[in-house]
């Protein structure tokens, strides 16, 4: 099988196998046994479909998967990620005022902070774990003050979300999925007995004004925690992976100009996207380049390969963060368009450019191990070396 979408994620080189499939097989099936799949790879394709939610449902459209951690209890709630509306734009209504650029603007001191903390202990280290030391901690912290989890908890959910999600083995993956899942039934309760100026209180008096379910609270809760921990963590990481061979492009984007790092961040979510598809599935039978897809059929939108696809963006294989922001996938499309983005950005604004001020030079220390994910491109651990006497902490001209 040259192509498999359960193993492509976390391929060291993914993208000459998506540029086969663009250019060979631009609608193609893949089976195996019981499990069929139609993948759509150009960028109109993917773009389209994302934008056109009646054709492309989210509904059911994760059914042939393991949950996600997020999803478990989804038997009695519904998650914003396989919603369509208008239920799932009730579902949004109720947390998008926290996701805002208004919202997020001051939360930028607080980030600023957390980067910083994580930097002092480069001076005596000449390795960083840029992943597992740097990104996810700052992200578990970000997201987990503005849900109200308490710092004394962090750690705790984000071992057992990252077991559920990420371990191959069954039995550990199940108990940590079961922990994580009580966790939120419990703060949940918590909270509805002692509000506080949380998001999980604000999702419990919403429940409590019947405003939305019980169960939809505590799933659109957990998406809001993976979403928030998960993939800006994988973006920073990627990020500096794929800058790794290209000094003068971190140099620039360590000089801080605001104009010059918004648009990077652009490109590098492009470049290795960390959410590589998005599955939907059909309402009605529809043709796709000359070919037919049946009604109720899983299409995984294979964003990871619509942005390298040549036909939208010149020499797509170049990183090139000066390129001019032309729009990606990278955070989807459509009703469903990323809540998280402005906060994702504001992230990797702040992060990346502190990071590359602090360690200007630096080598990824091999081998790089991806964990498996049918949907992610992660890093969970991104040993770094800082050759000798090159360290320096805190310089940045933001
Ligand atoms: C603060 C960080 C983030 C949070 C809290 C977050 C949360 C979410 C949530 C809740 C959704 C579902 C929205 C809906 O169905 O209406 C979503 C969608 C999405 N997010 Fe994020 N996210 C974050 C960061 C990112 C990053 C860094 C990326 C990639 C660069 C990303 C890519 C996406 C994509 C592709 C979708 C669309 C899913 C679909 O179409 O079904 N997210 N995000």
Redesign the pocket.
């Known amino acids: 099988m040259w192509f498999d979408p359960r193993t492509v994620c976390f391929e060291e080189d993914p993208y000459p196998l998506y540029r086969r499939l663009r250019d060979e097989f631009p609608v193609y099936r893949w089976q195996d046994g019981e499990r069929s799949l139609w993948i759509l790879s150009r960028y109109d394709d993917v773009n389209e479909a994302?934008g056109d939610w009646r054709t492309f449902s989210?509904v059911d459209s994760m059914s042939d998967r393991r949950p996600a951690p997020g999803a478990r209890g989804a038997a009695d709630g519904h998650q914003?990620?396989t919603?369509d509306p208008p239920h799932?734009d009730d579902l949004?209504r109720v947390v998008r005022e926290y996701?805002s650029p208004k919202a997020i603007q001051p939360l930028e001191g607080k980030i600023e902070r957390e980067v910083g903390l994580r930097l002092p202990g480069l001076r005596s280290r000449e390795t960083i774990d840029v992943a597992g030391d740097f990104a996810w901690p700052m992200?578990l912290a970000?997201?987990s003050d503005i849900i109200g989890i308490p710092e004394e908890d962090r750690s705790d959910v984000l071992s057992w979300y990252q077991t559920a999600e990420y371990s191959e083995a069954a039995d550990r993956s199940a108990q940590a999925l079961s922990s994580y899942t009580d966790y939120f039934d419990q703060l949940g309760s918590e909270r509805l007995a002692r509000p506080r100026d949380d998001l999980i209180s604000h999702l419990m008096k919403a429940v409590a004004r019947a405003d939305v379910s019980r169960p939809d609270a505590l799933l659109?809760c957990k998406?809001?925690f993976e979403?928030?921990v998960d993939?800006?963590a994988?973006?920073i990481a990627n990020a500096v992976l794929a800058l790794a061979d290209h000094p003068h492009q971190r140099a620039y984007l360590a000089d801080g100009d605001l104009a010059r790092v918004r648009v990077g961040i652009e490109e590098l979510?492009r470049f290795d996207?960390?959410?590589q598809s998005?599955p939907r599935v059909t309402s009605d039978s529809i043709r796709r380049r000359g070919v037919v897809i049946p009604r109720g059929a899983i299409v995984l939108l294979m964003?990871g390969a619509a942005n390298r696809d040549e036909r939208r963006f010149a020499d797509p294989d170049a990183l090139d963060v000066s390129r001019p922001a032309t729009r990606n996938?990278?955070?989807?499309?459509?009703?469903?368009?990323?809540?998280?983005?402005p906060?994702?950005r504001l992230?990797?604004r702040v992060a990346l450019p502190e990071l590359f001020a602090a360690i200007p030079d630096y080598e990824v220390v091999a081998p790089v191990e991806r964990p498996r994910s049918e949907v992610m491109r992660a890093l969970l651990n991104l040993e770094l070396a800082v050759p000798a006497g090159k360290a320096r902490v805190g310089v940045s001209s933001r």
């Open positions: 994302l989210s914003l990620i919603s799932h949004r996701f992200t970000i997201i659109l998406d809001l979403g928030g993939v800006p994988n973006l979510a996207s960390p959410i998005i964003l996938v990278a955070f989807g499309a459509g009703v469903h368009f990323c809540i998280g983005a906060l994702a992230q990797a």
